[in-house]
């Protein structure tokens, strides 16, 4: 999700320069003192010497001890968890980002904390997240809600219920989405900002994959010996899990030795599947793997047990990446795959070469609806929380098609 920072935020910005209290929070000192001022005895306490609010029951380890249901507490450390990974991830990068992320958070906070009696985020319903929508409509507070605004609270406050279920382990609470596929104008609210996605024309897809394929020796499928350096059949397979499983660049470089799944293939002993890890914002799940694309795994596979690569001494005496960066097992860099999936997309012809790994998992998308893939298992094979995000294809592919 992104956030248009040039609308009108929740909280008014006058207040005081922010500070963090000595658990990390994010939020500022004014807004602490506005909540302690009629929720005091609850979580928060104000008035320190030093200027500084106190927030009491904030363990510094965000999941480790549970907080209260319907504590300020529980709502910072949610919120906070689902920041800094949504940081490490670089979904979220300007401070003109964090702010509006933090504003949105804040007003809805003081509203599920000043019901009677308090909404937890465990038992946050659509009801809830409607009657906060309504309390912003018309009111001519700062920051009155449009509806791509309004849609825009509904996707954060998604993501980070969604997060907080992974790393609790816990059931989503998908009232937010919910309420989302029920209503049309929220549901297409962000259709007209959000751009039409960038893939692959089908004959550039049919060279790529004519490409990728001529690393397979000819007659011997089997075959474990690279025809070239063993890094450059790593990037093409990599190539191929982006235009035939649809992973994105961080998941491929997440995929572990044992994610291929060859149990129940058509072909014996061909990858069909793949166990994509939970990164924090998405949980576990398995993707579809295109027959061509697990031909070329396989191969990658035997050449790889081949080389006998070394486990990753930093992640663990028996992590092993699917696709390393060196015979030492390190894992492979951002910056380094970034790089590769671009030689591999310019030997192959295909331009322009940035972005590459991405139009190549819009093309899978877009192909997938063109075979007449419902958007909810799509959306499943992808890691999507909320199908309506995949709206914008549609406005490519209105209805399936014959796909060769």
Known sequence: MSLDTGDRPFIDRHDPVKKRTNAG?????????????????????VGDTSGMALVQNLTPDLFETPVGQGSLAEFMAAFESWLAQAQMAQ????????????????????????????????????????????????????????????????DLVDQVLTHRA???GAVHNDAAKRLIRATPRLRTANLQAAPLPDYLPADEARQLVQYLGEAIPKGAAECATARGPWQELRNRTAVALHLGAGVTPGEV??????????????????????????????AQREAPVAPWAGALLRHWLAVRETIGFASDPAAGATQQWLFPSTRNGKQWGKVAHYEAVK??????????????????????????LRRGTSVEELARWLGIQNPAELERYRRVVPRPQDVA
């Open 25 to 45: 929070s994010f939020f500022s000192k004014a807004f602490l003192e506005r909540l302690g001022s009629w929720g005091k005895g609850r979580v928060v306490e």
């Open 91 to 154: 979904r979220v990068r300007r401070q003109s980002s964090r702010d509006v992320y933090e504003d949105i958070w804040q007003a809805f906070v003081r509203w599920c904390l000043s019901q009677a009696p308090v909404v937890g985020l465990d038992h946050i319903t659509e009801s809830h997240l409607e009657q906060f929508l309504l309390s912003r409509k018309g009111s001519g507070q700062v920051g009155e809600l449009t509806d791509r605004y309004a849609r825009r609270v509904l």
């Open 343 to 368: 030689s591999v997309l310019a030997a192959a012809a295909i331009f322009p070469t940035e972005g590459g790994a991405f139009r190549l998992r819009h093309t899978f998308a877009m192909r997938q």
């Open 253 to 282: 470089r997440a995929l572990a030795l044992d994610a291929p799944i060859v149990d129940g293939a058509r072909r014996t002993g061909v990858p069909w599947k793949l166990v994509v890890p939970a990164d924090g914002q998405r």
């Open 166 to 168: 992974v790393v609790l």
